[in-house]
T-cell receptor, first 112, second 112 residues
Framework: AQSVTQLDSQVPVFEEAPVELRCNYS??????LFWYVQYPNQGLQLLLK??????LVKGINGFEAEFNKSQTSFHLRKPSVHISDTAEYFC??????????FGAGTTVTVRA | EAQVTQNPRYLITVTGKKLTVTCSQN?????MSWYRQDPGLGLRQIYY???????DKGDVPEGYKVSRKEKRNFPLILESPSPNQTSLYFC???????????FGSGTQLSVL
């Protein structure tokens, strides 16, 4: 069965420091990969997605993610975070048949 | 403005009283989906629809019904709500698989 695992439930980080959020998935077929962000009291917004091609994907707000097929991972990174990056981040995987599975989420808290 | 509109935003009800949460999108999207969000579990797919009159179960369909009579609308129906359905619900849509999902603002449901 396919699954998505976000390895960290909480990530505290200081402003201007780098951050990495880890996501692993299990699948025997090709997948589409996504990172979504949820700010307090809002719905989810797409940060970036990987469908095919270059394994390094750049998204909005300075985020990027790298698809690693051999390790079945899609980790999200930002070299320097801001207070406004405080949010919950969700990794999601689609197996192409319109079934989209989300990870449990990682709460990022940026401190001054 | 392109958007997914859910109503109501907040709903408190009692066990067994039928309710409907509406979802409408103005982007002519073929795909629509319902998720519930619970702490520590991320988003779990309830039902999805690939087009008018085409619906399918997600990961947690028990206790829910949906219909897709028109392309723009995808209501979620709880025939006999129970306390374990207390959750934050999101409707989402996209043009086709692999595309960016547009999310509604969410419906916070409490079943007493």
């Amino acid at each position: 069965a396919q699954s998505v695992t976000q390895l960290d439930s909480q990530v505290p980080v200081f402003e201007e420091a780098p951050v990495e959020l880890r996501c692993n998935y299990s699948s025997s077929v090709s997948v589409y990969l996504f990172w979504y962000v949820q700010y307090p009291n809002q719905g989810l917004q797409l940060l970036l997605k990987y469908l095919s091609g270059s394994t390094l994907v750049k998204g909005i707000n300075g985020f990027e993610a790298e698809f690693n097929k051999s390790q079945t991972s899609f980790h999200l990174r930002k070299p320097s975070v801001h207070i406004s990056d405080t949010a919950e981040y969700f990794c999601a995987v689609s197996w192409g048949d319109y079934k989209l599975s989300f990870g449990a989420g990682t709460t990022v808290t940026v401190r001054a | 403005e392109a958007q997914v509109t859910q109503n109501p935003r907040y709903l408190i009800t009692v066990t067994g009283k039928k309710l409907t949460v509406t979802c409408s999108q103005n982007m002519n999207h073929e795909y629509m989906s319902w998720y519930r969000q619970d702490p520590g579990l991320g988003l779990r797919q309830i039902y999805y629809s690939m087009n008018v009159e085409v619906t399918d179960k997600g990961d947690v369909p028990e206790g829910y019904k949906v219909s897709r009579k028109e392309k723009r609308n995808f209501p979620l129906i709880l025939e006999s709500p129970s306390p374990n359905q207390t959750s934050l619900y999101f409707c989402a849509s996209c043009r086709q698989g692999g595309e960016k999902l547009f999310f509604g603002s969410g419906t916070q449901l409490s079943v007493l």
